[in-house]
């Protein structure tokens, strides 16, 4: 026999994150170091059941690495009380108790990851007109006579289209076999939901005997990483409850472009990832009617927006001419589609809109994102930024408004840097460097408290110190620049060792330590290197748009997304990530393509608003313009050299002008506030 | 051990047809003398291996009889030999071969039944002017490009709108996933096929990569006991093949009300009831593209027509309200529904266009019928009979159309009639009496001569004389009427058993018989009772039209159906079935309401004809009418007391005028040419 290793390697599945541990290690803790999200409510002692995992094969085994059971180990007293007292799956484990014995794989379900993903993707509050496609029409027919030989369904679609004025109005056939009996049950009282858009023949999609006035819809933003949903009250125009998930996707490839890959190499994997999508979206659905007491069947009408690959692969298209020039949209125009078509689980009946596409680059996401904040109605010259692993970019007023997306790549999201992670419970999210000693302090995902303040040392144990996520990046590497320790180039300067120990030599380039507790977390010279590839990315894309425009103005700068919601618009200019501005103009807007998909769910008007924009919008393709690429190369520097950048030099001390540290967003308490709320 | 039975009992399914027969029988020869029709091409030989059947437990062994496959004698020489040489199913047995042994439940595959039912449902050479749902447009593309971003599928729209001069045109969304793939096949070019059908939105229904001509469509008349389909060529008009099937739902229940009451016992079987007709409907397809060479997918566009009952189970409807009073139809106007939600293996972007039905019991068949014999384009009045289990009645002019539907019940059909059977092969299908000898001469289904010519005496055995068929019996009727056997009230005249042998007393009631080879055919009182409720009920309802219209006349009698198209007028007309007409005014005019299907599956203006014939034409409900009763009893004669048909007087020497015996449709080769031809 050979000696027990004292390490064991752990993978994490949907994200793919890995870890070698302690043997002895739980598996929660594991996790959190890992910046792994898995919900837990009581603190660990095996009492709540929400960090539940399940151990699986899988990749890891594919590697020649073992993966069993016994390697973790058994039951503990409180998980077995756990279990006789409440349902527990044989297959999971409470992660709190379950120890590491060897190397494994674990799956964190579905569940337990939900709660943590909502407080990135909430519904905005937004007063959204409602005058949705839904209308619930109660009628009452005369009992049928052998006088008037006419169909029962015939007769309702009449009484349906005189009580809405309308001219003629359709049944859909699956409710043929529903129609008799209905109207029986109800005493020849029965409510109708007719569904009415545009020029789409207006039809009755659901029935129910008697008085019915429940009617809910449905709106998700599927992102590459995140899906949010939002049931809403098709009546009130009110969001009466909103859930996210994990794309289950992430199986099948992290960011946009290896999931295309993916379909091009397992062409017949294709289904699996549509049937994936579709599937945590009804699992969404289950959360949100239970969240109300409602019905599934009470969902009747859905808006789905999201990027063109999310878009392609939610109907089952492959993405495939997404993947190369000329980005090739398999369907671009909105949509009219029936619900069960897609396997969704809502009333049979139900209709799905699909907000329309604006380019190969620029999605249904983007142009919700542009319905939501509506830069085309406005004389402000707006920049509209959605920043993923492709920066979508729309530009413009009412006069003229263009749309493009930019390369950044992930690493505004965490990836591609050393230390990086998705935005998640002990992710550093915030950052402070002392101009005069050097020393950072910060603020986790899951904690109130600065590193410096009171009470941080006592609770840090419980979320723990796991790695850096988007803000957090773009607030070191802009701290850095502002306290002379990067140059205006990006290069960390070597020299600034002699002032603090936290500058260490990795090789011929230098790094600086933010964090050494549970794992050390620095700032590299590769790290600074992708975000200067990305933020030059995004402006340069910006900057193509302007040269369209043929202006240099811009009133207001709208930051959607989970990213742009939590960034700080001044140290986002400090870096040159967007162009000058008034910094009061510049605001996040949260999830403003889920925003968007709400508002064209809940008014068919902003359907129509949408599919005009879509149409008007000039697409700008920043591969075909050889600007892009010198504006790409200017933009490289800390803040851009080719800009003045007036308003960010009143707003902010820069270090080629001064040493004086003037902090930008200095009421730390406020904006807390503001995001917490 | 037990003696073993020297007799066994067999049932035969889908038919239910039972008898009693010898140890040793071969079950062909069993078939055959309970005229189950099951196809045999060399003459009991063993070598065409078209009499297949299948030993199956079932209703049998509920009723306590064993049913197991060593009733049944093993293999013979021949059987063996088949086996060997071509493929056979294991639980097949060649019923040529396989002699009885013990009670059996046998099931006659759908393929041993096809064959014969396709004579009696054959399309009706008629000249439509093709102007289908259905267009075949061929486009080229240009290819996709990053200044022009908008998706292929839009751009496929638009350019097949371009084509066809259309505002607009929507793209199934089951397309989707295949425009781009496609495209790319075809080098840009592709053909769609676009549905075009009156306030429908015009829709791409299919897509070939490249060039595309072959465009099929489906015609259906779904009869309670026999279904045709017809495949056509939208673009010519022609109808390429046909076939026909018997009814499967014919399991569970032999006519419409027993198939109802069946669901109404058994609400949970609906699906099975609907899933057995689009099965069989499947079947058939496939036996028409296979017939011409075509493929499903080449099927783009259907049409079905049916009674309510058979409407209504087709599209999973319950029908249990056309049960009874006030016999509501869940939907009577015409319906756009896709075949795949039918679960119909043609095309999956295949449309289906269900003909509308008149009233609850006068259905899309009818309606279909109406649309081939158009009564309401002549001046001519017209009268239009569909005879089954109820008679539709259509009767009128340009100026005003009625329809009415009369409880006949299945007399006509056979059913019913002690010696009755359907149509097909053994059956009496014509007979004359001498007026002298009071001797019949018939001529039985399957076989050219008449039992008195020469020749008749050599073939027989090869078809047997099983039983005797609608209008078989209509004449039987008729000619004793003729030859004075029964009197004006029906009853038969015990007095002429002095004059022939023929007559015999059974109890209190005499009957005639007919034959007795293989079985004794006579007809009975009861079968003349039968005969006079089914045609004083049509004879009624015929009449109340004429009460509703104020007129006596009637210039066209148009008698559809496979019944309609084999009965002699003049006997129909002796019989009273049908009022007083030229007779050169009455002709059978065969499945109409096939021909009506197809006229709307090949030109989209039939089908607003039809629609609009079924809005203006005025339902009458005989339940409703007082006068119908009185007619009823009135008619219940030979011919009808209350009419003085003089054209019937004109063409025939009727009893109570004279005994010189001018048999009516005296020309027999002439009729029998057109029908065999």
Redo the contacts between chains.
């Keep these: 026999m050979t000696e027990p290793a004292q390490t064991a390697k752990v993978v994490f599945q949907p994200s793919g994150r890995r870890g070698t541990f302690a043997i002895g290690t739980p598996l929660l803790d594991a996790a959190r170091s890992l910046g792994v999200y898995v919900e837990s409510v009581c603190g660990g002692r095996g009492i709540c059941g929400r960090c539940q995992v399940a151990v699986s094969e899988g990749q890891f085994a594919k590697e020649g690495l073992t993966s069993a059971a016994d390697h973790l180990a058994g039951e503990s007293e409180a998980e077995s009380r756990y279990r006789s007292l409440r349902p527990l799956d044989p297959a999971r484990r409470l992660s709190c108790q379950a120890k590491i014995l060897g190397d494994l794989v674990v799956d964190v379900p579905t569940e337990a990851q939900t709660n943590r993903q909502v407080v990135r993707k909430r519904a905005e509050a937004r007063a959204i007109e409602p005058k949705s496609a839904i209308s619930l029409v109660t009628v009452r027919l005369d009992?049928?006579?052998?006088?008037t030989?006419?169909?029962?369904?015939?007769r309702l679609?009449e009484a349906v289209a005189e009580k809405l004025a309308a001219d003629?109005i359709a049944?859909d056939?699956?409710l043929?076999?529903k129609?008799?009996?209905c109207l029986r049950k109800g005493g020849w009282t029965v409510t109708a939901a007719v569904h009415r858009d545009g020029?789409q023949?207006a039809e009755i999609v659901a029935l129910w005997p008697g008085e019915h006035i429940r009617a809910y819809g449905l709106a998700v933003d599927i992102g590459s990483t995140t899906i949010a949903a939002h049931l809403c009250d098709l009546a009130s125009g009110r969001t009466v409850s909103s859930a996210g998930t994990s794309n289950p996707q992430i199986r099948f490839g992290e960011d946009l472009m290896s999931r295309v890959s993916y379909v091009q190499m397992n062409p017949a994997k294709l289904p699996d990832l549509t049937r994936t999508v579709r599937e945590a979206i009804n699992a969404l659905v289950g959360k949100l009617v239970a969240d109300v007491g409602a019905e599934r069947s009470d969902v009747l009408d859905a808006v789905f927006v999201g990027n063109p690959v999310m878009h392609h692969l939610f109907?089952?298209?492959?993405p495939v001419?997404l993947g190369g020039?000329?980005?090739?949209?398999?369907?671009?125009?909105a949509?009219h589609?029936?619900s069960r078509?897609l396997d969704l689980d809502l009333n049979t009946g139900a209709n799905v809109y699909m907000v329309p596409?604006?380019?190969?680059h620029v999605g249904a996401d983007a142009a919700a994102a542009t319905l939501s904040e509506a830069p085309g109605k406005s004389d402000e010259m707006t920049l509209l930024v959605d920043v993923g692993t492709n920066a979508e970019i729309i530009l413009g007023n009412k006069d003229r408004l263009l749309a493009a997306s930019s390369p950044t790549g992930p690493a505004f999201e965490g990836a591609e840097i050393s230390s990086g992670q998705r935005a998640a419970p002990g992710a550093i999210e915030r950052i402070r460097i002392d101009r005069e000693t050097l020393e950072p302090r910060f603020k986790v995902i899951g904690l109130d408290e600065w590193s410096d303040e009171d009470g941080f040392a006592d609770k840090i144990d419980q979320v723990g110190v796991t790695g850096i996520c988007g803000s957090g990046i773009i607030e070191a590497v802009a701290e850095m620049y502002l306290c002379g320790l990067i140059t205006e180039d990006g290069v960390v300067n070597g020299a600034m060792a002699e002032r603090t120990r936290r500058i260490v030599a990795n090789g011929r380039t230098f790094s600086y330590l933010i964090a050494n507790e549970d794992i050390e977390i620095s700032i590299l010279q590769t790290d600074i290197r992708a975000i200067q590839l990305a933020k030059a990315a995004l402006y340069a894309g910006v900057k193509l748009l302007q040269d369209k425009l043929g202006t240099d103005r811009i009133d207001r700068i709208r930051l959607a997304g989970a990213f742009g919601s939590y960034i700080d618009p001044t140290y986002a200019m400090v870096l040159g990530l967007i162009p000058d501005c008034p910094l009061e103009g510049i605001s996040g807007v949260g999830n403003a393509a889920g925003t968007g998909a709400r508002m064209a769910l809940l008014n068919t008007g902003h359907r129509r608003e949408v599919e005009e924009t879509v149409r008007t919008i000039e697409?700008i393709?920043t591969?075909?313009e050889p600007k892009f690429q010198e504006h790409f190369v200017n933009a490289m520097a800390f803040p851009n050299k080719v800009d003045p950048f007036p308003n960010l030099r009143n707003a902010v001390a820069l270090p080629d002008r001064s040493q004086a540290t003037a902090t930008p967003g200095a009421d730390d308490g406020r904006r807390r506030r503001r995001r917490r709320g």
């Design positions: 009992e049928p006579s052998m006088e030989p006419r169909g029962d369904a015939d679609r003629q049944l056939s699956i043929l076999p129609v008799q009996t020029q023949p109907l089952g298209i492959d001419e020039a000329p980005f090739a949209l398999a369907v671009s125009d949509l589609l029936k078509d596409c604006i380019a190969g697409k393709e591969a075909l």
